[in-house]
């Protein structure tokens, strides 16, 4: 998809592929013949430069056509680079510039409160993006109102756009952060399916907002990508895109 | 002459909007007493959320509820609904149209003794590129109730823009408030007057003046900025051969500009503009500073004897 739109963010998705596969394969109750469902539980990609690895989930669940994806961030296409919720089958909500995505879904979760409806909504942001003053002020929000139908997540893969996050914007320790703003706090491996589906399990039960710190490596499983800042925003070539397949066993 | 807040409209018109739109919900961020949003809260304490002081999130959170089917006001000064989160405003709500309004109070140089740092004098222009966005800009208290109201029925983000001060009544403006539809007030053939906002009354006193010096002008009242009323702006500028805008806002990207683009591809004619110059403004009271400023029927009467033939 990235390659074929030359422009897009590979690194981030393929960090988060397990975290979203959990959601929408596992956890998530929805239903692709109805994308409005009052009763689905909610998915906010915050961290909104990884629609590929949303797309392709979404397609594969069937809420658009899998040739779809050939025309990723092209003209005229419903696929733009980052989620738009009145144009694609299954988006929740906009996001794009970063920061807005928490705040969003927690306007959602206020709205299922105020509806006394059941549903949850997840949330994934990215450990860059949560240097944004708003995620800060939705920390707060989040607290006061008790909205613990809010289960969200942090994919904290240690890489930023300009790279190693640590070394841009020190935010270690998160979890006493998140706790300290009244969030009920996992720390995870955000590669481990049964651990992501248990603690979101276990969190459901949560009194507070529920915040999963899932530690992740950005580019994961394409060796060349791995833990490479430069994978963030840059389409592979021709030749990396080759490789690249070749180790997913996909043959090119 | 009766004065009344065009803030204490939008309240009034919240809570009557209340009872038609029980899906209705106001947001406001640290400023209720300021927006008078707490006469809604006072009447619908569960349908208030107080943000604190963070217009960013609010403005996001209001996206989150109307994309689940309420009815959010969004309520802050005009500096913070617009500079302060206008990224908020252009990417959550702007973008994919969602059914958020915006209360937006304390805009422009009548804001007065806060200073330049709360005057806001660019939000029309800010708001007006965002493309989507609708913008009502009501001239007296009356009109400002209306306007709420309207923009509760009408599906789509609004930007309403109301001041701090009291501001005249201004009685000839009450007819039934229509979204995109502008307000003959007064014909006359040797200039058109075109206002927004609380400049309507500046407007209505500049059309008598000019009448007790033998002019007869035309004065259009523009109560909706986005989508604007092209008929009409032609159609003033056809029956005063040349225009004169007043706006309390910038020269820059509001109402003056609006017109200036409409006149220039369909009718050209002598046009002048009435607004805040290109610079930041002051504290001191409102009249003073509208005084100080330029927005005053006097300046509208000076514009206008410089263009008309």
């Known amino acids: ?252 | 002459m009766e004065y009344k807040q065009t803030r204490q409209g939008y309240a009034d018109g919240l809570i009557e909007a209340g009872k038609e739109f029980p899906e209705l919900v106001v947001l406001d961020s640290d400023v209720a007493k300021a927006t008078r949003t707490a006469d809604f809260q006072a009447v619908y304490p569960d349908r208030f959320f107080n943000c604190g002081v963070q217009e960013q999130n609010m403005m996001s959170v209001a996206a989150g509820l109307a994309l689940e089917g309420f009815l959010p006001f969004a309520s802050t000064f005009g500096v913070f609904a617009t500079c302060r989160a206008g990224d908020q405003l252009r990417n959550s709500i702007a973008y994919p149209k969602l059914n958020v309004k915006v209360g937006a109070t304390h805009c422009g140089i009548s804001t007065g003794g806060d200073g330049a740092s709360h005057q806001a004098n660019e939000d029309i222009a800010i708001v007006r590129s965002f493309p989507n966005m609708t913008i009502l800009v009501p001239g007296d208290y009356e009109e400002a109730r209306q306007a709420t109201i309207a923009a509760a029925r009408y599906s789509g983000p609004v930007y309403l823009r109301f001041g701090r001060d009291t501001y005249p009544v201004v009685t000839s403006i009450h007819g039934p408030f229509v979204i995109g539809q502008g307000k003959w007030l007064r014909e006359g053939p040797d200039v058109s007057i075109i206002s927004t906002g609380i400049m309507v009354h500046e407007a209505l006193v500049a059309a008598e003046i000019l009448s007790e010096e033998g002019f007869s002008a035309t004065v259009l009242h523009l109560p909706t900025v986005k989508p604007i009323d092209v008929e009409s702006v032609v159609q003033a500028a056809r029956r005063g051969g040349c225009v004169v805008t007043c706006e309390e806002h910038s020269i820059i990207g509001g109402l003056g500009e609006a017109v200036a683009a409409i006149l220039s591809e369909l009718h050209p004619c002598m046009m002048a503009r009435v607004g805040v110059m290109d610079r930041f403004g002051e504290s001191g009271t409102a009249g003073e500073l509208l005084d100080k400023y330029g927005l005053r029927a006097k300046d509208i009467v000076l514009a206008a004897k410089k263009i008309m033939l």
């Open chain 1, 1 to 252: 998809m990235v390659y074929e739109a030359r422009s897009g963010h590979v690194g981030g998705s393929l960090g988060a592929t397990e975290l979203v596969v959990a959601l929408y394969y596992h956890l998530m109750k929805h239903d692709p013949c109805n994308p409005g469902w009052e009763g689905r539980d909610r998915f906010v990609l915050s961290k909104g430069h990884c629609t590929p690895v949303l797309y392709a989930v979404l397609a594969d669940c069937g809420y658009f056509p899998l040739e779809d994806l050939k025309r990723f961030r092209r003209p005229g296409a419903h696929l733009q680079g980052h989620p738009y919720q009145p144009k694609t089958p299954g988006v929740d909500a906009s996001t794009g510039t970063l920061g807005l995505g928490l705040s969003t879904g927690l306007g959602m979760a206020l709205a299922a409160k105020l509806k006394k409806q059941t549903h949850y909504c997840y949330i994934l942001c990215g450990d860059g993006e949560i240097q944004e003053g708003q995620i800060w002020e939705a920390a707060m929000f989040a607290n006061k109102y008790k909205l613990n139908n809010v289960i969200a997540f942090v994919d904290r893969n240690y890489q930023q756009s300009d790279g190693y996050s640590e070394a841009i914007m020190p935010m270690d320790p998160l979890n006493i952060k998140w706790e300290s703003f009244g969030w009920r706090v996992y720390d995870i491996d955000g590669h481990d399916l049964n651990e992501i589906i248990k603690t979101v399990e276990d969190a459901k039960a949560s009194e507070r907002p529920v915040m999963i710190i899932a530690k992740t490596v950005k580019g994961k499983g394409i060796s060349f990508m791995e833990n490479e800042a430069k994978w963030h925003g840059t389409p592979p070539g021709k030749e990396d895109y080759e490789k690249a397949m070749e180790e997913l066993q996909y043959g090119v």
